[in-house]
Antibody, heavy 122, light 107 residues
Framework: QVQLQESGPGLVKPSETLSLTCTVS??????????WSWIRQPPGKGLEWIGY???????NYNPSLKSRVTISRDTSKNQFSLKLSSVTAADTAVYFC??????????????WGQGTLVTVSS | EIVLTQSPGTLSLSPGERATLSCRAS???????LVWYQQHPGQAPRLLIY???TRATGVPDRFSGSGSGTDFTLTISRLEPEDFAVYYC????????FGQGTKLEIK
């Protein structure tokens, strides 16, 4: 069973960089047919895809966040990470790390971390 | 950019009733790219249906998905108490996008 666990500061100051790490167990961030994503959910609101990194290391980002987002991975630690720069209060949200699967013209997000609340405030 | 509109925003039903949730896309969506998730308060979303109509592992057969093109539907044949939650549709294109959600609440 694949498990994902987010870690990182729960409070970030405005204009600073939000940094989160996702540790994966029961699967590999280098395995084929998978991609590793960050999705967020502001309190009381819906889900917003931030971006993902493929098993190959290539990335794809939400155009609305692209200028501020970097997703990377550390295969030796089986982790992937999110950096979101120049944060504002609008970036306050629960951040989920998620595994995606693709194949046969089908895509879906199948395993989710429990989520971690990040609050942007001075 | 594709926009997904879910309706109704809130659906009030009783256990045992049938629920029909709609997801309408502003442009045609490849069926293989249409997914449904369930989310209970304080929890991560759970994969229910992928490729518009395929149930994920462990999902009860009272859940079914249908549709193609721009109109997709999630049906719950007989509601159980644990089915009351928020449901999101999602499409995978160049930028994965979620609908705004339908809250299924107990009447």
């Amino acid at each position: 069973q694949v498990q994902l666990q987010e870690s990182g500061p729960g409070l970030v100051k405005p204009s600073e960089t939000l940094s989160l790490t996702c540790t994966v167990s029961g699967g590999s961030v280098s395995s084929g047919s998978h991609f590793w994503s960050w999705i967020r959910q502001p309190p009381g609101k819906g889900l917003e895809w931030i971006g993902y990194i493929y098993y190959s290391g290539s990335t794809n980002y939400n155009p609305s966040l692209k200028s501020r987002v970097t997703i990377s991975r550390d295969t030796s630690k089986n982790q992937f990470s999110l950096k979101l720069s120049s944060v504002t209060a609008a970036d306050t949200a629960v951040y989920f790390c998620v595994r995606g699967w693709y194949g046969d013209y089908t895509y879906f997000f199948d395993f989710w971390g429990q989520g971690t609340l990040v609050t942007v405030s001075s | 950019e594709i926009v997904l509109t879910q309706s109704p925003g809130t659906l009030s039903l009783s256990p045992g009733e049938r629920a029909t949730l709609s997801c309408r896309a502003s442009q045609r969506v490849t069926s293989g790219y249409l997914v449904w998730y369930q989310q209970h308060p304080g929890q991560a979303p759970r994969l229910l249906i992928y490729a518009a109509s395929t149930r994920a592992t462990g999902v009860p057969d009272r859940f079914s998905g249908s549709g193609s093109g721009t109109d997709f539907t999630l049906t719950i044949s007989r509601l159980e108490p644990e089915d009351f939650a928020v449901y999101y549709c999602q499409q995978f294109g160049s930028s994965p996008l979620f609908g705004q959600g339908t809250k299924l609440e107990i009447k």
